[in-house]
């Protein structure tokens, strides 16, 4: 049964009241396809708008405390912690990985995938006028640590 649907198959948000505190924790990742040229740039240091991953760093972790304002059924959360790292992957590429925290009652998963989709799109809107080519894939949750379901970690990971 999908949690946010009532007995009639109106959407709702879930009531969460009953459901113990526990520690939560979810990763999620993005990958950005690029031009080497753009890669090197980034990582070099010479892209004149500054430091894009310092800024693409910032974008997720604002996004993923603003998660409840853009998807309409997420709880409003107290995060109590936030990381968002970007490597390099080879010539072309960027990895970004995103990781949320709470001690709370329902899970983090929607603003670790958000934290990684909006790190990926603040790194595409910087290098767009280099690179319109950029593809961003693989958005995808790793790991969920936590809460009534338990453990979900992908395969290999």
């Known amino acids: 049964m999908l949690t946010h649907l009532d007995s009639q198959g109106r959407a ?12 939560r924790e979810a990763t ?14 980034i990582v070099s240091g010479g892209h004149p708008k500054g430091d894009v991953f310092a800024v693409a760093r910032i974008a997720g972790i604002q996004a ?22 970007l490597s390099a992957e080879g010539a072309d590429a960027v990895r970004i990985t995103a990781r949320c925290k709470l001690a709370g009652q329902t899970g983090v998963e929607m ?3 958000t934290a990684a989709s909006i ?9 767009k006028a280099v690179d319109r080519g950029m593809v961003i894939e693989s958005v995808r949750l790793l790991e969920k640590l936590g809460g009534k379901s338990g453990h979900y ?4 990971q």
């Open 12 to 23: 709702n948000m879930v009531d969460v009241t009953e459901k113990a505190v526990t520690s």
């Open 64 to 85: 993923a405390k603003k998660t409840s304002d853009l998807i309409p059924l997420c709880h409003p959360l107290m995060l109590t912690g936030v990381k968002v790292e």
């Open 111 to 113: 603003e670790a995938l």
């Open 28 to 41: 999620a990742e993005a990958l950005v396809r690029m031009l080497p040229e753009t890669l090197q740039m």
């Open 119 to 127: 790190a990926a799109l603040t790194l595409y809107d910087m290098c």
């Open 153 to 156: 970690q992908v395969a290999g």
